[in-house]
């Protein structure tokens, strides 16, 4: 009897509750491991992807692309092309994101076709130069923005600015390490605001339209050079537009804390971007076999 007794202690032991198929679902979808938790919903997903793009380029960069482009005409084309070029690289990261469903973005596609080292460098280089460096100009052009209607008649200070934005970037840090919740709660507050801004310059973009004012929207100025061509200016043109759109990609660094990556990458056809989700996949699993 003592014996019976040992042996159902030790099988509640090590199934507690029941079998292995009672296991949490949280567990790693391999049999076992750690797994990141799935609380990004689509409206979080479509937030994240809405609320990185909308940052502090489109603000800015406008500016810099009619600088750089010279005429009016020029600056809407550059806009346009440079809004085509992120579209076609959007479409590929769905489909990435879908074929190879790990979070990571870039490093794991690197890492899973060119091999380790091809991606220890590009996590390298993102890690130590491009982030940084994005992330800085975001907060200090936040800060700018915060600090220059205490200001009003000149530039605000450098260690203000500078003692802001690293207070901004801690903030956010923290938000972020604490909970994939409430970070995804933050991003669709910041979302909306930064969606209300644009809308308002839009709105007051129109009802100046309406007030007569489109002398450079006319086809016959739109073209006039207020200074002389240089394809180096459109090249930098081109890299401030560029970087208005930067962004699109961030949703597939967590895409393994989806709820549904499918559906988010294309709600209208969640088994099937662009028609060759299922073609990447078998790629996949034939370059695992091999």
Known sequence: MEEGARHRNSTEKKHPGGGESDASPEVGSGGGGVALKKEIGLVSACGIIVGNIIGSGIFVSPKGVLENAGSVGLALIVWIVTGLITAVGALCYAELGVTIPKSGGDYSYVKDIFGGLAGFLRLWIAVLVIYPTNQAVIALTFSNYVLQPLFPTCFPPESGLRLLAAICLLLLTWVNCSSVRWATRVQDIFTAGKLLALALIIIMGIVQICKGEYFWLEPKNAFENFQEPDIGLIALAFLQGSFAYGG???????????????????????????????RGREWLRDRGDS
């Open 248 to 278: 699109w990609n961030f949703l597939n660094y967590v895409t393994e804390e989806l709820v549904d990556p499918y559906k988010a990458a294309n709600p209208g056809e969640p088994e099937d971007v662009c028609g060759r989700v299922p």
